[in-house]
């Protein structure tokens, strides 16, 4: 059994199958991981006014599901949505959380 995962997840179905699987494997919490990609361009030229809402929603949208099915099995999470590349960040959460077991 671990005690700190990071599981990440995207939304896919297989990345909620990864946050079950998850919930198998530990017996502490669980930090569930979303990453938006960062933006440097401006979509306000286009009549974009809220920007990182609309780069965060498939973020929220996969961490809603990762604890509608954490509140399912009883088992705690704490979520997170960072900017920036996936690869990067998931280590750079990993290392910070100072988790044991990255889940994808």
């Known amino acids: ?3 700190r995962l990071l599981v990440a997840v995207d939304g896919s179905s297989a990345s909620l199958h990864a946050v079950r699987q998850a919930f198998r494997i530990t017996r502490g ?6 990453v938006a990609p960062p933006y440097e361009g401006d979509l306000r030229l286009v009549g974009v006014k809220n920007l990182e809402s609309l780069l965060t929603a498939p ?3 996969a961490l809603e599901e990762a604890s ?7 088992v705690r999470i704490k ?3 960072e900017f920036g590349d996936p690869y990067v960040t998931i280590s750079e959460v990993a ?8 889940v994808l």
């Open 59 to 61: 973020c929220d949208k």
């Open 1 to 3: 059994m671990y005690e």
């Open 29 to 34: 919490p669980i930090t569930v991981l979303a």
């Open 95 to 102: 290392e910070s959380e100072r988790c044991q077991l990255i």
């Open 68 to 74: 509608r099915l954490a509140q399912e099995e009883q």
């Open 79 to 81: 979520t997170l949505c």
